[in-house]
């Protein structure tokens, strides 16, 4: 099928010259081997769906895939299709998750994670909603909203006269290279009177690594207009600590399974042992995510950490079941 595809492709590659301008044509086939039933005009929806959120190369673009894989294309496109709409219907909503001292005994923070509800679908996950809005530019709108968001919660807590710990929103790497992503977080807290002291951004370690240059303009940017900035999910990548500081950060978020690692294997211990002197002596606080249970805090406490954010504390809840729980916690 592949081999017969391409040679349409070679038979069709000749350029098209129209009002003395040359067009390379791109083919774009989508080949379902499948026992689903399916129909003609179907297909060609769901290709043509495909060929919206799919990442394409100039030329011939050739997938064929199975029954799981339909499938899983079906869903993702259903999920990228609904993204605009959900925006503008209000689906989302923010939940936040409460980030703890290594003790457990102060709320020093809140993580924003963005939840989506969809009639007929139920709740999706952000692991497939956030990848899909990457795709299609709609993480641009999203994250303006999240934005938003988190001013008006802030102002519900205020006038609530609660005590609010700093928020912490996850910046996707898709936006990295935004000329005007700094200049627009900062108009959106002007708006809404917040100061941008009450905002943390986290951006993962695998962003640093794919956009290496806009991460440390972003960063150093976002620091010096007064909001601290995280290494999110840190050990998922293999950045050398030394290459991590050429940039600035308030603090590094070990992700779980290096922290889960380190429970069985000796060098991902001495590594994380190390990694915590190192921070402390940096003055970088060192939050251990993802802690279920307490013989895991004991061992994150161990390591260095200075904050903790799991199970064991606090799950993600929406903001009332937040308000309760600022106000029923000494920060
Ligand atoms: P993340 O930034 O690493 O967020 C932490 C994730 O770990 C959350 O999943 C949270 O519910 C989960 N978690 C927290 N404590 C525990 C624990 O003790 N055990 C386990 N097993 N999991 C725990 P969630 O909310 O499903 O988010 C998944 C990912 O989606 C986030 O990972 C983040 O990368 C992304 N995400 C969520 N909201 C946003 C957003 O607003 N913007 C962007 N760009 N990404 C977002
Ligand atoms: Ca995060
Ligand atoms: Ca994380």
Avoid at 78 to 102: D, E, G, I, K, W
Avoid at 269 to 282: A, D, I, N, P
């Amino acid at each position: 099928m592949t081999a017969w595809l391409h040679g349409l492709y070679l038979k069709l590659r000749a350029p098209l010259i129209l009002d003395n301008d040359f067009f390379y044509p791109t083919l774009y086939a989508l080949a379902v081997e499948t026992s689903l039933e399916c129909s003609a005009d179907r297909l060609l929806g769901y290709s043509q769906c495909l060929l919206h959120t799919e990442e394409r190369t100039h030329g011939c673009n050739i997938r064929v895939l199975g029954n799981s894989e339909l499938l899983s294309a079906i869903e993702n496109c259903s999920v990228t299709n609904r993204l605009p709409q959900a925006l503008y219907h209000n689906r989302f909503t923010l939940h936040y998750q409460a980030q703890y001292t290594a003790e457990g005994n102060e709320i020093v923070g809140l993580e924003a994670l963005m939840r989506w509800d969809e009639p007929g679908m139920g709740p999706i996950s952000p692991a497939k909603f956030i990848p899909a809005a990457e795709k299609n530019g709609m993480i641009a709108p999203m994250t303006i909203w999240l934005i938003e968001q988190i001013c008006r919660d802030i102002k519900t807590w205020a006038d609530a006269g609660l005590t609010i710990p700093k928020i912490w929103f996850n910046l996707s790497a898709a936006l990295l290279g935004e000329p005007f992503l700094t200049r627009q977080v900062l108009n959106i807290l002007k708006r809404h009177d917040v100061s941008p002291d009450s905002l943390g951004m986290e951006l993962t370690e695998t962003s640093l690594i794919s956009d290496a240059k806009n991460a440390a303009l972003v960063l150093s940017q976002m620091i010096s207009a007064g909001i601290e900035v995280a290494i999110d999910d840190y050990g998922a990548g293999f950045t050398s600590i030394n290459s991590m500081f050429a940039l600035p950060f308030n603090q590094l978020k070990i992700d779980r399974c290096f922290m889960l690692r380190s429970l069985t294997c000796l060098d991902s211990y001495t590594l994380l042992k190390s990694l915590g002197e190192v921070m402390q002596t940096r003055n970088i606080s060192l939050v251990y995510e993802g802690i279920e249970t307490e013989s895991q805090r004991q061992h994150a406490e161990q390591l260095g950490a200075n904050y903790i954010q799991g199970f064991l504390f606090a799950r993600p809840e929406p903001r009332d079941k937040i308000s309760a729980l600022l106000a029923s916690t000494p920060a």
